[in-house]
């Protein structure tokens, strides 16, 4: 007797990346659309999204800056239907000595990320269909304090309480946050340059699993807390053990 094919596991469902062009965004929504999801890929390049719905076959794109308030609001108030999952790569942390950085600087580098959370699940609500998600990006490089670090330990150890916070504010829909390691993604080579094939080397020799996480690895990962819907308020790690071996 044959076995039943399984549907898709969103299929029906709209799936809304931010920073979805490139990089981890672009391969969570080529992994959304795989599963039968609808795509808005939202960016701040036009030439890049452009090209990402060419590839994916979805001509819903909307080019603006994420961390700018007033032009989220008006992109979740101009939906034209609810969505069902927000998957937010855009921000990151920002390194650099303490006491070289102004007053507004440590204000910005230790608040921007949980800053933008909290405006998209404030202008989410209302836009997301029953059981939907919020997906966040955080990492676990900063976790501990270091010497050149300065505001980004504070900053990445701030978002665990704040994606909890935010579960039990916005529930039933479901927030959960992702925190990963180094990933090999075109960013992380433009950063590294020359260095990038010797960090490649250092991490497969080093890591437990044996080899570099990859966009996939993290696509996988978010596309699951989509799907699953008994998790709500967690931290996802997803570095390939790099924290343990540091």
Partial sequence: MAIPASKPELLGQTVVVIGGSAGIGLETARRARTAGAELILVG???GRLERAAEELGTPRTEAFD?????ALATFFGELPTPVDHVMVTAGGPAYGPLLDMSAAEVRDAISDHAVLEVEVGRNAVG???PGGSLVFMGGTGARRVGRGLGAAS????ALP???AALALELAPVRVNLIAAGFVDTPLSASLLGDEIEERRAELRATLPIGRVVGPADVA???VHLMVNTALTGGTYDIDGGQQFVS
Avoid at 66 to 70: E, F, I, R
Avoid at 154 to 157: D, H, K, W
């Fill in 66 to 70: 994420a961390t700018d308030p007033a």
């Fill in 220 to 222: 996988a990962l978010a």
């Fill in 161 to 163: 309480p704040f994606t």
């Fill in 127 to 129: 836009r997301l269909n």
């Fill in 44 to 46: 701040r390049d036009p």
């Fill in 154 to 157: 504070a900053a990445t150890n």
